[in-house]
Each structure stands twice: as structure tokens, then as C-alpha cells.
């Protein structure tokens, strides 16, 4: 059974996936802007599935990463918890301004609250003529 290699020699002896990593810092704010946990995540596991079983991973690289990894997951937890949060206070707000006189914060639009959508924006409150106010500081509900 013949095997083929799944990285090749480099200058200066560092692994694809190091080059990759450090061409990627290289690559400015624009490719770190982009970056999410999903890429991290997908680095990692490319990482650990190409390294060379020869020459394995520094474990006190690989629990470092592990720790990051944990983060990630962390906070991805935290952050699917508080949009439950938001979500949750935008309906409790919404029950209170059903049925109410609203005036937006320019003081252009003024009308009785139809319905409330939650939007990624916050809610938004649907007049009785139609426009659409999102319910934000300024807001005058009567």
C-alpha cells in the first residue's frame, strides 16, 4: 500500500499550515475582519489532520490551542445565550407598546402600534398607517 504525503518540505522547515497561517496574518485587517470561530475552528481541524505523524504537534502548542478552542466554544455559547436574552426583552417590549400611540425620536412620524417584529436591529414597531419605527432611544410611546 503506498501512502502519499500530505505536506511537502519547506524553507526553513515550517508545515503548509504554518505557511498558511502566517501568509493569512500577512494578508491585513481585511482577512482578520472576516474571520469567525467557523474559520478557526476549520484552521484547527486542518491543522491537526495534516500535521505529520513523524513529528507531532508541540503539546504545549496543542493545549494551547485546545484552550482557544474552548473559547471559541465559550463564547459562541455566551453569545447564542444573550441573543435568546435580547430576543426575549424585545418581546416583553413589544407587549407593552401594542395598542399605544407612538412618536419617532425626529418627531416626523407619530401613530398607533399595530405590531412589533424583532429584527437583528432591535424591534420594530408596525404603525396602524403602514410606516415601520424602530423602537430605539428618543421613541415617545404614549
Excluded at 395598542?99 to 407619530?110: N, Q, Y
Amino acid at each position: 500500500m503506498s501512502v502519499s504525503s500530505t505536506s511537502s518540505a519547506t524553507a526553513g522547515g515550517s508545515t503548509p499550515a504554518t505557511s498558511t497561517a502566517a501568509a493569512a496574518a500577512k494578508a491585513g485587517s481585511s482577512v482578520a475582519a472576516s474571520m469567525n470561530s467557523d474559520t478557526f475552528l476549520t484552521l484547527l481541524m486542518a491543522q491537526l489532520k495534516n500535521q505529520d505523524p513523524t513529528k507531532p504537534m508541540d503539546s504545549t502548542q496543542y493545549v494551547g490551542e485546545l484552550a482557544t478552542f474552548s473559547q471559541v466554544e465559550q463564547a459562541t455559547k455566551t453569545n447564542q445565550k444573550l441573543d435568546s436574552l435580547l430576543a426575549s426583552s424585545f418581546l416583553d417590549q413589544a407587549d407593552t407598546v401594542i395598542g399605544r400611540t407612538l412618536t419617532s425620536a425626529d418627531g416626523t412620524t407619530t401613530g398607533t402600534v399595530q405590531s412589533v417584529r424583532v429584527t437583528s436591529d432591535g424591534a420594530l414597531a408596525r404603525l396602524t398607517n403602514g410606516t415601520d419605527v424602530l423602537l430605539t432611544s428618543g421613541v415617545v410611546i404614549q
